[in-house]
């Protein structure tokens, strides 16, 4: 069976300080992940994905991962953390043959 | 840039009445999905198709909810009757590569749906 857990419903940084999203993911096979960011009255929109490549995986926005298999995760990372990067972030695993599974997000709060 | 589009953005229903959502997805993109999301919460899938045919409807609640995507390009989700926990938004999304490859998925704005 195939599953995902976002460890942390809620996030707040200062702006300007590193961004840690943590997820954890238990999958029967190689599993594909992703993560999606939501922002508000905004659809859903893609931050990076990991598909058995490099297991360093660069995004948009100067967010980026790194798949850990020995430790089942796929935290999100970022540097420095901007007002513009408040939104809700959804960590995803899928694979051959199997459903896309989303996480229940992690709000991600910037403060001034 | 190509996008997936929805219609309605917004409707509000009584329980008990028919409700119907409309996708069209990316052209030339083999995928399409069907996802539920209830605030506060991650989407949740309801069917996802390859072309024409049904990949996976497993999470689907067949008595009220059908789906179909009969030439295989847009794509139509009903209910039928309403009920107060349908209350959520309906997202569709599709992607290039067939179902059984993962693939980045491109998501509509969704259409919320308030059931009184």
């Known amino acids: 069976a195939q599953s995902v857990t976002q460890l942390d419903s809620h996030v707040s940084v200062s702006e300007g300080t590193p961004v840690l999203l943590r997820c954890n993911y238990s999958?029967?096979?190689?599993?594909?992940l992703f993560w999606y960011v939501q922002h508000p009255n905004k659809g859903l929109q893609l931050l990076l994905k990991y598909t058995s490549a490099a297991t360093l995986v660069k995004g948009i926005n100067g967010f980026e991962a790194e798949f850990k298999k020995s430790e089942t995760s796929f935290h999100l990372t970022k540097p420095s953390a901007h007002m513009s990067d408040a939104a809700e972030y959804f960590c995803?695993?899928?694979?051959?043959?199997?459903?896309?599974?989303f996480g229940a997000g992690t709000r991600l709060f910037v403060k001034a | 840039e190509a996008e997936v589009a929805q219609s309605p953005r917004y409707k509000i229903t009584e329980k008990s009445q028919a409700v119907a959502f409309w996708c069209d997805p990316i052209s030339g993109h083999a995928t399409l999905y069907w996802y539920r999301q209830i605030l506060g919460q991650g989407p949740e899938l309801l069917v996802q198709f390859q072309d024409e045919s049904v990949v996976d409807d497993s999470q689907l609640p067949k008595d009220r909810f059908s789906a179909e995507r009969l030439k295989g390009v847009d794509s139509t989700l009903k209910i039928q009757p309403a009920e107060l926990g349908d209350s959520a938004m309906y997202l569709c999304?599709?992607?290039?590569?067939?179902?059984?490859?993962?693939?980045?998925?491109?998501f509509g704005p969704g259409t919320r749906l308030t059931v009184l």
């Open positions: 995803v695993v899928s694979g051959r043959g199997f459903k896309t599974i």
């Open positions: 999304a599709s992607s290039f590569l067939p179902a059984a490859a993962p693939d980045t998925q491109y």
């Open positions: 999958s029967s096979y190689s599993p594909s």
